[in-house]
């Protein structure tokens, strides 16, 4: 399921005040699962994103969360984009609009565009 090119969302986290996001992506061939820290406000918007469970299965498969990394302006808040996120079920997938920071959007950007581990080798969860 997924295109494995996207960025899958996998969890947030908040451990001593120090937010966090783990995300998987492929760099370079290899399936990597990194962790990064986040701003507070991204850790609320990126627990709205993995509760949301759009379809009727709720309980039969794992939900996936991946960046589609296209964005609009908030026209109410510079700070803020509207991203698309692909939120997948089994069969199931469809693409619903959330909003994140635009300092979070350019991390996805920057991770999109590797083409080594080594810049992320810190930041890889084992």
Do not use: C
């Amino acid at each position: 399921m997924g295109d494995h090119h996207m960025i899958e969302l996998l969890e947030v986290s908040k451990e001593n005040n120090i937010y966090a996001a783990t995300i998987q992506h492929t760099i370079a061939g290899e399936l990597l699962v990194l962790r990064f820290g986040i701003e507070t406000g991204d850790y609320s918007r990126l627990k709205r994103i993995l509760e949301h469970r759009p379809f009727e299965n709720t309980g039969v498969a794992p939900y996936r969360y991946f960046f589609a990394l296209s964005h609009r302006n908030d026209p109410t808040n510079e700070a803020l984009v509207y991203t698309s996120i692909r939120v997948e079920q089994l069969k199931q997938h469809k693409q619903f609009e959330f909003l994140l920071s635009r300092k979070l959007m350019a991390n996805l950007f920057w991770f999109n565009q590797l083409t080594s581990k080594e810049e992320v080798l810190a930041l890889m969860v084992q």
